[in-house]
């Protein structure tokens, strides 16, 4: 992993806010002061964006640019950012494709099977991807 990325774990919230949160994000705050670079805080859901947030209100520490992310919103922004001009497949396009697909095969169950509902084979496939290794 490179030097300026971290991953950091904690067994509860109030811990992570304690050791890692609040340390973290006052030498962010310091340091994003003279830098130019993106700093991004990666959080699981809008909730937990939203309860830090609460929290750096509440203990006074600014975010002045540091983003806080949910991976949908890093994924968006790296793909804005790397790929301006590249157009990326909506779902709703990849399940007509697949259904499509899948009709010209209808006398096999498996193609039948995706015609039919191609949402299942993509759900499948999401899972498989993000699955990660064994």
């Given at each position: 992993?490179?030097?300026?990325?971290?991953?950091?774990?904690?067994?509860?919230?109030?811990?992570?806010?304690?050791?890692?949160?609040?340390p973290w994000f006052k030498n962010e705050v310091r340091i994003n002061c003279c830098?130019?670079?993106?700093?991004?805080?990666?959080?699981?859901?809008?909730?937990?964006?939203?309860?830090?947030?609460?929290?750096?209100?509440?203990?006074?520490?600014?975010?002045?640019?540091?983003?806080?992310?949910?991976?949908?919103?890093?994924?968006?922004?790296?793909?804005?950012?790397?790929?301006?001009?590249?157009?990326?497949?909506?779902?709703?396009?990849?399940?007509?494709?697949?259904?499509?697909?899948?009709?010209?095969?209808?006398?096999?169950?498996?193609?039948?099977?995706?015609?039919?509902?191609?949402?299942?084979?993509?759900?499948?496939?999401?899972?498989?991807?993000?699955?990660?290794?064994?």
């Amino acid at each position: 992993m490179p030097p300026n990325i971290r991953l950091y774990s904690a067994s509860s919230f109030e811990q992570a806010w304690e050791e890692l949160l609040v340390p973290w994000f006052k030498n962010e705050v310091r340091i994003n002061c003279c830098n130019f670079l993106p700093c991004a805080a990666v959080v699981p859901s809008h909730a937990i964006t939203s309860l830090i947030k609460t929290r750096l209100i509440k203990a006074r520490l600014p975010l002045f640019g540091i983003h806080i992310w949910t991976p949908e919103e890093l994924g968006k922004y790296l793909r804005k950012s790397c790929l301006p001009n590249n157009k990326i497949a909506l779902r709703e396009d990849l399940l007509l494709l697949m259904a499509t697909a899948a009709s010209d095969f209808s006398e096999f169950p498996v193609g039948a099977a995706i015609a039919a509902d191609p949402d299942q084979l993509l759900h499948a496939y999401d899972t498989l991807q993000h699955a990660g290794p064994t």
